[in-house]
């Protein structure tokens, strides 16, 4: 299958899919998808613009997935929706988006521009890991934090607008692996500050735990692109 059209159905809302086997009409696993069955022909997705919910793990590993044309009704995109779609080139965000899951457009390697939307508070683990496409991010002030890998592996950046009060995840384990936010982006040239909330930048110190008033400094974005 190279096409899907979802109409409206009877809620709007996609059926949610999940990583077990079991079956009852609230879910299924999704190695069960019409979706995942065809994830490497799928080339394209369009949508009722009614449609509210994509649902978790929607179009995991859809490798030659190009195109999914949100409709702008839409306010939640699952986990793992967009997973590994690699030559997803364009994105529009919908702009009344209220929650996105934990790696929602992990390793979406060919989008080269997102919008993120005024109605959500933080950017979840994973959810634009290894997005190399992208040069320029712009991280409006509604966003207050960003969680582990948010933006890990986006390693062509050269332009950021951020918060001046962002938080970033900064962690190290037992094994002294960092895991922090803007892991890899290490080519950043430009850095505009805007007023966030607060107006005063988040403090940096000389540890690895993360919380929301302090980083340890070598996980900030500032520090990875010296």
Known sequence: VREICYTYGQTGKMTERDTTCAYSFASYGYQHSLEYLSRGALERVTFDPRITDIAGYAFYEATNLVSAELPSAVTAIGGYAFYNCKKLQTIEIPAALTYWGDNAFYNCTAIQEITIPGGVSQIPTGCFFG?????????????????????????????????????????????????????????????????????????????????????????????LSL
Do not use: W
């Open 131 to 223: 997005c190399s496409g992208l040069t320029e991010l712009v991280i409006p002030d509604n966003v207050t934090a960003l969680y582990e890998n948010s933006f890990s592996g986006c390693s062509n950046l050269t332009k950021v607008t951020m918060p001046i009060d962002l938080d970033i995840y900064c962690y190290e384990n037992n094994a002294s692996i960092k895991h922090y936010s803007f892991a890899g982006c290490t080519n950043v040239r430009e850095i505009c500050y805007t007023y966030g909330q607060t107006g005063k930048m988040t403090e940096r110190d000389t540890t690895s735990t993360y919380h929301f008033t302090t980083y340890d400094y070598e996980c900030s974005l500032e520090y």
